[in-house]
């Protein structure tokens, strides 16, 4: 067994740099944030194979003077705090004072700086050892600092590095996210030798549509709440423009990029009630609150943080996302998003354009005595508004012209064309209304004039006479009457007109997968979901423009019926500029 010593410091901070300094990216990352520190308002970088043989920063910022450039290559030296006091306070990016350090530990490091008062600028060189004297340099106000052949004295972390394309791509990743952090910061990217990125400064809307994309601020709405001292702001993308991944998720904190659980999870949950659950929301949000209220120090990276009140972080950030994606009736009466003309490959999956949502969603009391199914919905058309003269902005749906193939309502509103999707718009419809019951605990229930019998394991049978009681409260009165058969004998109102075998198979199905207890409390929303699926209007089901026109008024008098339960858009919008631009009119 060896002896306990002490370790070198070189080893130390190349230790160190394992936790700092992961890639070329990681690099990056710290040398942007001293530059944003130091104040600057122009940064330039510049990487040759990805970052791996040359990453440069040059910024114009405070500068350092000639006599503390040693320090800054020294290990936990830094301006930015001074006691504990601090540390539970920073409102800096950096504060740790080991990034550069760490680099110069395993990489070979030159570090030029010269502070707006200084006569001539200065600079200082390390090469995995002990930095070099400090040499007169030419160089306006600011600091470049030059990090080359990364790893270069630890061969194992060089091996770990992936190829030029990948390294560049994570570092490229890095630049967008400072810049959005700071908009108000001019960055620009060059890689081996020509110019990948460049962002002037600009406003927050403009530098999120610089970075993410005009598709996605198209698709967005926009967030912004306050609670004391919690203010959120951003954009958050509707539900159809949803990812593969979670490339398009940007929250930072007090101006920091983070990757925070407690963050992410609530921004989900605000997402859960209109989002298929194979895709991914995309949002550009920006959380400021006092500093003592995070904790940044929980690891050398900085992308982890920890907040003092992570429950009531969490609930307003769901609160304030989830009512930026219903809408309100001031704004919803106003807004209809266009739809593009052409359709964009980057959202082929779900459309490229959604619409917004009209109308905050009161709650909907269900009588019995209307027999609250669809079809009885449409039939009290009498009183609903059918002419084209009624005022636009009372119904931005407009009013129904004709079906396209059973499948399309088409309305003529103020703007030109809405197309609906009836069975997707009627789903939310019938989806919303569950919802308001079961949490009313009214769900008003429609006995079959014939039972239907249905086939089933005996354990999902006997599961069924256990907790008849529960599925009572949602609308369904099932009942074993052999070992593996049970009957059913009444289903909720609203799905009356459903397929009652293919309703409950599918019930049987969840239960067995969930168990009835789960089902009814935390998967309760999937539930309604496939509920609604249900007892939506099919397709090809051919309906009278009084139903047309009853379907579109449910629609504006619905929360989030801009989109379906899975996160499908449910209508799009064609403006009249859309029609004339095909037919050349005015040409």
């Known amino acids: 067994m060896r002896p306990i010593k002490v370790l070198p410091d070189l080893l130390i901070s190349q230790i160190a740099a394992g936790e700092v300094v992961e890639r070329p990216a990681s690099a990056l990352k710290e040398l942007i944030e001293n530059s944003l520190d130091a ?70 490091v030159s570090l030029a700086s010269r502070t707006h008062t200084d006569s001539h600028a200065s600079q200082i060189e390390a090469e995995g050892t002990a930095p ?29 590095l992936k190829s030029e394309a990948t390294e560049y791509a994570h570092c490229a990743e890095v630049v967008r996210r400072m810049a959005l952090s700071r908009p108000d910061v001019a960055f620009t990217l060059t890689h081996n030798g020509r110019v990948q990125l460049r962002y002037p400064a600009q406003s927050l809307d403009e530098r999120i549509g610089a970075v993410l994309g005009d598709d996605f601020v198209a698709a967005a709405v926009a967030v912004d709440a306050q609670s004391g001292p919690l203010h959120l702001k951003g ?47 995309a949002y550009a949000l920006f959380l400021s609150l006092p500093p003592e209220g995070v904790d940044v120090n929980v690891h050398p990276a900085k992308t982890e943080v920890r907040f003092r009140d992570s429950r009531g972080i969490h609930q307003f950030l769901f609160h304030a996302v989830e009512r930026a994606l219903s809408g309100g009736a001031a704004e919803a009466r106003q807004a209809v998003h266009q739809a593009p003309i052409e359709h964009r490959a980057e ?11 009209f109308a905050t969603q009161s709650a909907m009391q269900l009588q019995a005595s209307e027999a609250l199914a669809f079809y009885e919905t449409l039939s009290r058309s009498a009183d609903i508004p059918q002419a084209e003269n009624e005022p636009a902005q ?7 012209l004709g079906q396209l193939h059973g ?15 009836m069975h997707a718009a009627h789903e939310r419809v019938v989806y919303e209304k569950l919802k308001c019951a079961l949490d009313a605990r009214n769900v008003p229930t429609q006995t079959l004039l014939i039972p239907v019998t249905v086939t089933a394991d005996e354990r999902d049978v006997a599961a069924i006479g256990d907790n008849a009681d529960a599925l009572s409260g949602i609308g369904f009165d099932i009942h074993p009457i052999a070992a593996n058969t049970v009957a059913v004998r009444a289903v909720p109102a609203l799905l009356k007109d459903a397929d009652p075998l293919a309703l409950t198979r599918d019930i049987l199905r969840e239960i067995r997968e969930f168990g009835v207890s789960r089902l009814i409390t935390e998967r309760r929303n999937e539930l309604l979901g496939t509920l609604a699926c249900h007892g939506a209007v099919r397709a090809n089901r051919k309906l009278s423009i009084p139903e047309m026109n009853a379907l579109l008024r449910e629609m504006e008098a619905t929360e989030r019926a801009g989109q379906c339960n899975h996160g499908r858009p449910t209508w799009f919008q064609l403006s009249m500029a859309d029609f004339d631009k095909w037919f050349r009119r005015g040409e």
Do not use: C, W
């Open 407 to 421: 499948v399309y309502v088409l309305a003529q509103n103020a703007q030109g064309l809405a197309i609906v999707d």
């Open 132 to 160: 070099g004297l400090v040499k007169p340099a030419a160089l306006s106000a600011g600091t470049t600092v030059a990090v080359a052949d990364l790893f270069f004295n630890t061969p194992a972390r060089r091996k770990f």
């Open 39 to 108: 104040g600057a308002s122009r940064i330039d970088i510049k990487l040759e194979q990805g970052g791996t043989k040359l990453l440069s920063v040059q910024d114009d910022g405070a500068g350092i003077s000639a006599d503390e450039l040693p320090l800054a290559l020294a290990r936990h030296a830094t301006s930015k705090i001074g006691a504990l006091e601090d540390l539970e306070r920073v409102a800096s990016l950096g504060f740790r004072g080991e990034a550069l350090a760490s680099m110069a530990s395993v990489s070979r």
């Open 394 to 400: 009372d119904y931005p749906l407009g009013f129904a």
């Open 347 to 357: 959202n082929a999956a779900y459309g490229s354009s959604r619409p917004q949502m």
């Open 235 to 281: 954009l958050a993308a509707l539900p159809a423009y949803s990812k593969s991944g979670r490339d398009a998720q940007y929250v930072f904190v007090n101006g920091r990029f983070v990757r925070d659980k407690v963050v992410a999870h609530a921004l989900r949950e605000a997402y859960r009630d209109v989002l298929h659950h194979d895709r991914y929301p």
